[in-house]
């Protein structure tokens, strides 16, 4: 167990839609990191926030937003769903703002399937 | 479990063997580097890094080398045991980034 903690596991929605994955960072790290894995692209960087404010930005779609709370959670809000948009989210929190000083935890993953 | 479903390089591995997983990445610029190990149905788990003045780092049956001339990175497993099963991911990350790039994994099967 990571300390990561992503909601929910698995969601169904059809295109169009919005959906929110929610992401708990492990106690006491102050940056959380979102990743999205789908079989032809792999780990793609979405987008990191570091106690609150956005850190850095990957190839992540206008349609996409994230934020992360004061109590460090973090939402990743995806929005106008397209059925290539499903893929397994990653949220991945870490102590540092910066990767290069230390590891990042992975939380389960939530599944999207957008039919 | 479920798993990723990508179209995977797998290497077979008898158990007791060595395993070598390699990586080639391609930014130059890149300083700091991980091997992430991804078992079915789970996130990605660190498992050993390596900074770019570095050419060999030793964890726990874990061996990592990285050579800046090919920019090629390998990760040797001692002993593979049948828990080694999983996606291995190698990551990089420039200095002047936060943004850790990962290859496109090497699935690791081994038998009994």
């Known amino acids: 167990d990571s300390g990561v903690t992503q909601t929910p596991k698995h969601l169904i929605t059809a295109t169009g839609q919005r959906v929110t994955l929610r992401c708990s960072p492990r106690?006491?790290?102050?940056?959380v990191y979102w990743y999205q894995q789908s079989l032809d692209q792999g780990l793609q960087f979405l987008i990191q926030?570091?106690?609150?404010?956005?850190?850095a930005k990957g190839n992540i779609l206008e349609r996409f937003s994230a934020q992360q709370f004061p109590d460090l959670h973090s939402e990743l809000n995806l929005s106008s769903l397209e059925l290539g948009d499903s893929a397994l989210y990653f949220c991945?929190?870490?102590?540092?703002?910066?990767?290069?000083?230390?590891?990042?935890?992975f939380g389960e993953g939530s599944r999207l399937t957008v039919l | 479990g479920e798993s990723v479903g990508l179209h995977l390089p797998t290497l077979s591995v008898q158990e007791g063997d060595n395993s070598i997983i390699n990586c080639a990445y391609s930014?130059?610029?890149?300083?700091?580097f991980i091997w992430y190990k991804q078992e079915s149905g789970k996130g990605p788990q660190f498992i050993i890094d390596?900074?770019?003045?570095?050419d060999k780092r030793q964890g726990q049956r874990v061996t990592v080398l990285l050579n800046k001339t090919v920019k090629h990175l390998s990760l040797q497993i001692a002993a593979t045991q049948p828990g080694d099963s999983a996606v291995y991911f190698c990551?990089?990350?420039?200095?002047?980034?936060?943004?850790?790039?990962f290859g496109g994994g090497t699935r690791v099967l081994v038998k009994p």
């Open positions: 991945a929190s870490s102590v540092t703002s910066g990767i290069n000083t230390g590891e990042l935890f």
């Open positions: 106690s006491g790290d102050l940056s």
């Open positions: 926030y570091y106690n609150g404010e956005e850190r």
């Open positions: 930014n130059s610029a890149s300083d700091y």
């Open positions: 390596i900074r770019s003045n570095m």
């Open positions: 990551a990089e990350n420039q200095a002047a980034g936060n943004k850790l790039t």
